[in-house]
C-alpha cells in the first residue's frame, strides 16, 4: 500500500510539472505574440509615413526668364462719341461742329505690346505634362477712335472734310498664368495652354482731335491736331493662351503664342466699357536658368 501511494504521489508530480510547463509555455506564446503586434504597429506606422512622402508636394523652381513683342486687339461691345467724351477730362474742349458729316465707327482697338516673363516650373518627375506658373509685367499702346466725315463718292469728286477723335492709350500692367506643357522630341519642341489673368491702367493718355480737309482731288489742303488730357482707366482681362515653343541646346526657346478672352476697361471717374473680345499675339525669346 505504501509503494502504491508513493507511486500515486510521483505520477501526481509528473501531472502537476506537465501543467507547470503548459503554463510557462503559455507565457512564452503570449510574449511572442505581444512581440509580434509591436512589431506589426510599427511596421504599420513605418509604412504609413513612407506612403505620406511617396507623393510630395510638387517644388516650384524659377525655371527661365525672357522677353516678347507683340500686338494686342480690343474689340469693344460699343464705340461712340459719348465714349470718347467720357475718356476726356475736358469733355466740353471737343465740341466741333459735325452738322452734315457721317459717323464712322472703329470698335476694335490695336496696338502693340512689349514685355518681360518669369516662369516658374513644379517638379513633378513622374509626369508626362508639365505644370507652369507665368508671371510677366507689360507696356502696350492703342488707340481707340471714332471719324466723322462728308459723304464720299468716288465717282463724284468734290471737297471733303474730316474730324478723327482719337484715345491715345498708354497702358503698363501685370500678368500671370496657370500652363500644362506637353513636350516632344526630348524637350526640343513643345505645345501648352492654359488661363491667364491680367491688369493694366493706363497712365499718361492723350483725346487727339485730328481735322482734316481734302479738295476735289483728294488733295489735304488741311491738317489740324488737338491734344487734351485723357482720364486713367483700369483694364483686367481672362484669356487663354495656346502656344507653341522651340528649345536650342536645352538652354534658349523662341514661342509663338495667341491669346482669346474677354476684357474690361473702367474708367477712374467714369464708366466701365465691356470688351466681349480681347486677343492677342506675341512672339518670344527666353533662357532657362
Not at 504599420?44 to 508636394?57: G, H, K, L, R
Not at 464705340?79 to 476694335?108: H, I, Q
Not at 482697338?109 to 516658374?120: A, K, P
Request: charged letters at 20%; proline letters at 3%; one cysteine or more.
Amino acid at each position: 500500500m505504501k509503494f502504491k501511494k508513493v507511486k500515486t504521489q510521483r505520477f501526481n508530480n509528473k501531472l502537476r510539472s506537465l501543467w507547470l510547463k503548459k503554463q510557462t509555455l503559455t507565457r512564452d506564446d503570449m510574449k511572442k505574440i505581444s512581440s509580434g503586434l509591436a512589431l506589426l504597429l510599427l511596421t504599420a506606422t513605418t509604412v504609413s509615413a513612407q506612403t505620406e512622402t511617396t507623393n510630395p508636394a510638387p517644388k516650384w523652381t524659377i525655371h527661365s526668364f525672357g522677353i516678347n513683342y507683340g500686338s494686342v486687339h480690343d474689340r469693344y461691345q460699343d464705340m461712340s462719341l459719348e465714349m470718347m467724351y467720357d475718356f476726356t477730362k475736358n469733355p466740353a474742349l471737343l465740341d466741333r461742329n459735325l452738322t452734315g458729316l457721317e459717323e464712322n465707327l472703329y470698335r476694335v482697338s490695336t496696338g502693340y505690346r512689349l514685355g518681360i516673363q518669369t516662369t516658374f516650373r513644379a517638379q513633378r518627375p513622374n509626369s508626362s505634362i508639365g505644370h507652369e506658373i507665368r508671371l510677366g509685367a507689360s507696356w502696350s499702346g492703342r488707340e481707340p477712335l471714332i471719324s466723322f466725315s462728308d459723304p464720299y463718292n468716288e465717282e463724284q469728286m468734290q471737297p471733303r472734310d474730316e474730324i478723327i477723335y482719337c484715345n491715345v492709350v498708354n497702358e503698363y500692367g501685370l500678368d500671370g498664368a496657370y500652363l500644362l506643357r506637353k513636350s516632344f522630341g526630348n524637350g526640343w519642341f513643345s505645345v501648352y495652354s492654359g488661363a491667364g489673368l491680367s491688369l493694366g491702367t493706363s497712365v499718361n493718355s492723350q483725346l487727339v482731335v485730328m481735322e482734316r480737309s481734302y479738295d476735289e482731288n483728294g488733295m489735304m489742303t488741311s491738317d489740324t491736331d488737338s491734344f487734351y488730357g485723357a482720364k486713367s482707366s483700369l483694364f483686367s482681362r481672362v484669356q487663354v493662351p495656346i502656344g507653341i515653343q522651340f528649345t536650342l541646346l536645352q538652354k534658349v526657346n523662341f514661342l509663338a503664342e495667341t491669346r482669346f478672352g474677354v476684357g474690361m476697361q473702367s474708367m477712374f471717374g467714369g464708366r466701365s466699357y465691356f470688351m466681349p473680345l480681347a486677343t492677342g499675339f506675341r512672339l518670344g525669346l527666353s533662357y532657362n536658368l
